[in-house]
């Protein structure tokens, strides 16, 4: 079993949907969680980071942690075409130099 | 912001030879630098942690001596392909870790990626 699964799509949705992306883990050491948007032959670039259990908001974009269940969410709301890109979800725990361990990232295309 | 510059973005070499990628960190001083691995429709493989000042710790499968990591300064990182094949052909990323940056983002930091094409 991988430490993070995701499920890699594709998916597509039309312009103004919301979306869902999610991963669950097995690691209860994880603390940090991230999600990062990456376009094609782009590194990725951080969207979202969360500590621990909670929510976080920001702009169109709100990411959930529920460690109780190992599960974290991405939702994008009023979603554009610009959207369009492959997301990754990556994880850590709380000691310095520890290594991020990612999702296998979903690949979203929105629709105008 | 912190940025995290990353050359060549494009390689084509010839089987035998090696290649160097750069990372460099612009305007943060960089103690820990990633190189991540990445195949088409894959996520990010981790192959080693380049670690200022001391030996890269390698993950398990990656050879040390096909792929040389170099963290001689707080804000370079060098890896080597050495005696390229084309299955070595992908796309390498690096990303620095900004230990001195405000919580939530450290792991901010990742280049613009290197496609290597051995033939």
């Known amino acids: 079993q991988k430490e993070v699964e995701q499920d890699p799509g594709p998916l597509s949705v039309p312009e103004g949907a919301i979306v869902s992306l999610n991963c669950t883990y097995s690691n209860s050491a994880f603390q940090y969680f991230m999600w990062y948007r990456q376009y094609s032959r782009k590194g990725p670039e951080l969207l979202m980071y969360?500590?621990?259990?909670g929510n976080k908001e920001d702009g169109r974009f709100t990411a959930q942690v529920d460690k109780s269940s190992k599960y974290i969410s991405l939702f994008i709301r009023d979603s554009q075409p610009s959207d369009s890109a492959t997301y990754l979800c990556a994880m850590r725990g709380i000691q310095g130099a520890q290594k991020l361990v990612f999702g296998q990232g979903t690949r979203l295309t929105i629709n105008p | 912001g912190a940025v995290v510059s990353q050359h060549p973005s494009r390689v084509i070499c010839k089987s035998g030879t090696s290649v160097k990628i750069e990372c460099r960190s612009l305007d943060f001083q960089a103690t820990t630098m990633f190189w991540y691995r990445q195949f088409p429709k894959q996520s990010l493989m981790l192959m080693a942690t380049s670690n200022e000042g001391s030996k890269a710790t390698y993950e398990q499968g990656v050879e040390k001596d096909k792929f040389l990591i170099n963290h001689a300064s707080l804000t370079l990182s060098t890896l080597t392909v050495t005696s390229a094949h084309p299955e070595d052909s992908s796309f390498y990323i690096c990303?620095?870790?900004?230990?001195?940056?405000?919580?939530?983002?450290?792991?901010?930091?990742f280049g613009q990626g290197t496609r290597l094409t051995v033939v």
């Open positions: 990303s620095a870790r900004d230990e001195g940056a405000a919580l939530g983002n450290t792991e901010a930091f």
């Open positions: 969360t500590y621990s259990s």
